[in-house]
């Protein structure tokens, strides 16, 4: 059974935890006792040899011995590997918490959505809810003892209730090599179809939201299966024992005590009961059973998932919310501070002073702010200078205008270049980019002002000169006889 304490921890107060180191179910002392008494027996039999029955000679070789593995049981990574193997697990453990296939939603949309109150209605609505649940039962049997112990059978499955000898049947018939705890779902969603069919399902939109939510019940279903077959890699799990049974394998003789009068350092002090290596290995040890018993889950130990009762529970509230409370609705009335625009709700007499708190606007709200008027007056903020990407002003004018000219070319030069040396000023550059401004303005003015030729064929000066023949300009045809022009 889950162990819960939320309750005594409510308030922080002082030794706050202290009263929980005295309870014995689910506790330390019950998973380490074992281990710990195991690990007194045994560092008090070497001593006992090494005090007693050890000669000069020997008792000279086991303190060698001794100064050797304390010296290196300190180069073993305990924190570090207990600390990353505990958090894994851990973060493991709770995703399979937050995995556990809850039928809340998925009865709350067949109740609102798979209508009728007569009997064919209400058999769809719990039908398909004993379907849901009995996925979870058929999940449940091949992950946790508890369950498995309850129903070690199909045949207990029926006689709970959970499913007919009718589906048993079709259940065994369909051969798999894989488990087959989809097969209630599938017949989940063919159900749901004929009762959309069958009208009990007014429209598809209402089918879709039943179908994704039984997807979102099955991921959850599988996502537990899979947390089952994909465990830690076995060789990370093997590698923390081994570190921590072999680093308090030498501590059993590399912490003993050993005489001080041969003047060993760090041995100035024969105490007999090692108290700090006690509670290293209770420490480390104990982390190490953290670790174990939050692995899996769903077994049975004292803090593991309540895996029957999450059954019964599921089952009892899916039919109660698609059956006794389907459009049993109480009567809606005016609520009691239906005529009052602003009311305050009663405090008894315990939490009245809460009322005394105001109420949280933000962080910045009350924040102090200088008592100077001038500080506070508005005022006229430089426009920030627009500085342009280099050379995008040359490719602008050049889009801008009718044709590109040779004077656009030759200015293009001009721009603003990729880097600034460290003694160019921001003045500059912005002088650069008015000049390049101004110039691309006279430009645009010149060619919006220039008057436009007619359309007629003439040629140049040189090409006239060049060639010494004569060219015919035409004009706009006048009245009279065409003019020509001899050049």
């Not at 922080?12 to 009263?19: E, V």
């Not at 537990?224 to 990370?236: A, C, E, Q, R, T």
Request: contains cysteine; hydrophobic residues 40%; charged residues 25%.
């Amino acid at each position: 059974m889950t162990i819960s304490y939320t309750l005594e921890v409510a308030d922080a107060r002082f030794a706050g935890f202290s009263k929980l180191l005295f309870r014995w179910k689910g506790s330390i002392y019950k998973l380490l006792y074992k281990e710990f008494l195991v690990f007194s027996f045994l560092y008090g039999f070497f001593s006992i040899v090494y005090r007693c029955l050890l000669n000069s000679y020997q008792q000279e070789l086991f303190e060698k011995t001794a100064i050797y593995c304390n010296q290196f049981t300190n180069l073993i990574p305990m924190s570090f590997v207990l600390g990353f193997y505990v958090t894994l697990a851990f973060n493991r453990w709770w995703g399979q918490y937050t995995s556990f296939p809850l039928p809340d939603n998925l009865m709350m949309v067949v109740s609102g959505n798979v209508h009728g109150t007569d009997e064919r209605g209400r058999m769809l609505r719990r039908t398909l809810m004993r379907y849901a649940n009995l996925s979870s039962v058929l999940i449940l049997r091949s992950i946790s003892t508890r369950v498995r112990k309850r129903f070690p059978t199909l045949d207990h499955v029926v006689d709970a209730g959970f499913m007919t000898r009718e589906e048993q049947t079709k259940l065994d018939s369909l051969h798999s090599d894989f488990n087959k705890y989809w097969m209630p779902l599938a017949w989940f969603a063919n159900l749901a179809a004929q009762a959309r069919k069958e009208g009990r399902v007014r429209d598809d939109v209402a089918l879709r939201l039943l179908m994704d939510e039984l997807n979102n019940y099955r991921a959850k279903c599988s996502l537990l299966f899979h947390y089952d077959w994909i465990s830690i890699p076995l060789v990370y799990t093997q590698v923390v024992t081994l570190a921590v049974y072999s680093f308090f394998a030498f501590c059993l003789i590399g912490r003993q005590f050993l005489n001080p009068s041969k003047g060993y350092k760090g041995h100035d002090l024969d105490m007999y009961v090692p108290v700090f290596t006690l509670l290293q290995f209770f420490f480390y040890a104990g982390w190490l059973k953290v670790g174990e018993q939050i692995i899996n889950p769903f077994g049975e130990d004292d803090d593991d998932f309540e895996t029957n009762q999450l059954i019964d529970r599921n089952i009892q509230v899916s039919m109660l919310a698609v059956d006794d409370m389907h459009q049993n609705l109480p009567s809606i009335e005016k609520d009691k501070y239906w005529t009052e625009e602003c009311f305050a709700l009663p405090y008894t007499v315990v939490t009245a002073k809460e009322t005394l708190k105001p109420a949280f606007m933000g962080s910045a709200f009350d924040m102090r702010m200088s008592e100077d008027p001038a500080q506070h007056q508005m005022v006229e903020t430089p426009m920030t200078p627009r500085i342009q990407t280099p050379r995008m002003g040359y490719y602008k004018a050049v889009a801008a205008s009718p044709a590109p000219s040779l004077k656009s070319f030759a200015r293009g030069g001009r721009g603003q270049p990729l880097l600034r040396l460290r003694g160019e000023s921001f003045n500059s550059d912005r002088e650069r980019i008015d000049e390049d401004s101004e110039d691309e303005a006279k430009e645009n003015q010149e060619l919006t002002t220039a008057p436009q030729k007619p359309k007629r064929l003439e040629a140049s000066e040189q090409q006239k000169k060049r060639e010494g023949v004569q060219v015919n300009i035409t004009g706009d045809p006048p009245n009279d006889e065409s003019q020509q022009t001899n050049v």
